[in-house]
């Protein structure tokens, strides 16, 4: 009987394995400068914010002459209160008649528009394509006096269409131009396929161009919606009557009404900015995806 002489082979030392996790947290390394940046921004938004609501607490007297830092010592909800008894109700369903129209005036008409811009091929298409995007180079204040004696010749001078059609018209260029790139992002094999399946132009449009580019339908609705609501021009120089009157306008005369009544015009700027501030929180997200220019990816 032979005898295996031959030495024996090392032990394989054990395998180790790291949970993925774990090496994920090994890879990533913090950022101090960005999170420096952050913090000092997070101080920028936060306190003027905590600022305008902490006041619109205060008395008069302490809004006045006490720390614009500090908490107010007795907080009270009388500046709400006259605020919401001086017509501010009937210039926020004013405003959000505005904004609301100009947004649905805006999406049905540049939408199709866009549509028709990245569909056709021919010179005339995107010269005009190019004239239209003009828009964005001419401001209000060039154009308000002709807007002025245009609005009056067709009879709506101190009405709401006074205000929702100039701020549409200004607004769609910008609107032609983000839904123009997102629906560029739709390939064109699926349009090639609809169109063998006998789709019409409108019917690729709607089941089609507007499902795919619903992140930029989203951005323009509250970019619009933004414009619209914080619109100044339009409704100073287009409307006078009280029953007419938007926020913007409203903040305008509480200014004037209350004089020095500092808590008071916070307040109503406190109430004009939550119902906008709770839509960008709805939709914050598919606007961050349409300025991004992910398109309906």
């Known amino acids: 009987m032979s005898i295996d002489t031959r030495p024996e082979a090392p032990a394989k030392p054990p395998v180790v394995r790291r949970h993925p996790a774990a090496a994920g947290r090994r890879k990533r390394r913090g950022n101090p400068l960005a999170g420096l940046g952050s913090?000092?921004?997070?101080?920028?938004?936060?306190?003027?914010?905590?600022?305008?609501?902490s006041s619109s607490l205060m008395h008069q007297d302490e809004a006045?002459?006490?720390?614009?830092?500090?908490?107010?010592?007795?907080?009270?909800?009388?500046n709400y209160h006259t605020v919401l008894h001086s017509g501010f109700s009937t210039m926020l369903a004013n405003t959000a008649i505005v904004a609301a129209s100009t947004v649905a005036?805006?999406?049905?008409?540049?939408?199709?528009?866009?549509?028709v811009a990245v569909r056709t091929r021919s010179r005339l298409s995107s010269l005009a394509f190019r004239t239209f995007?003009?828009?964005?180079?001419?401001?209000?204040?060039?154009?308000?006096?002709?807007?002025?004696?245009?609005i009056g010749k067709m009879g709506l001078y101190d009405t709401l269409p006074a205000i929702i059609l100039p701020t549409a018209a200004f607004a769609m260029p910008v609107a032609v131009l983000v839904l123009s790139g997102t629906m560029r992002d739709v390939s064109e094999e699926m349009y090639e396929a609809m169109s063998l399946d006998g789709?019409?132009?409108?019917?690729?449009?709607?089941?089609?161009?507007?499902p795919m580019s619903k992140a930029g339908i989203s951005t323009v609705a509250i970019y619009t919606a933004l414009q619209a609501w914080n619109g100044f021009l339009f409704p100073l120089i287009l409307t006078q009557s009280e029953e007419n009157r938007v926020?913007?306008?409203?903040?305008?005369?509480?200014?004037?009404?209350?004089g020095v009544n500092i808590?008071?015009?916070?307040?109503?700027?406190?109430?004009?900015?939550?119902?906008?501030f709770a839509v960008y929180l709805v939709a914050r997200k598919a606007l961050i995806n349409g300025l991004m220019g992910v398109g309906g990816k």
Request: hydrophobic fraction near 65%.
């Open 133 to 150: 995007l003009l828009g964005v180079a001419i401001p209000a204040q060039a154009v308000i006096v002709p807007l002025y004696l245009l």
């Open 199 to 210: 789709a019409s132009p409108l019917r690729m449009l709607w089941q089609l161009a507007v």
């Open 263 to 276: 808590p008071a015009v916070l307040a109503a700027i406190v109430l004009s900015v939550v119902p906008i």
């Open 105 to 115: 005036v805006v999406l049905l008409l540049s939408v199709p528009v866009a549509y």
């Open 247 to 258: 926020l913007t306008l409203g903040l305008f005369n509480f200014m004037t009404q209350f």
């Open 39 to 53: 913090l000092v921004w997070l101080v920028i938004v936060v306190v003027p914010l905590y600022t305008l609501v």
């Open 64 to 78: 006045l002459n006490g720390d614009p830092l500090a908490f107010p010592t007795n907080p009270t909800l009388d």
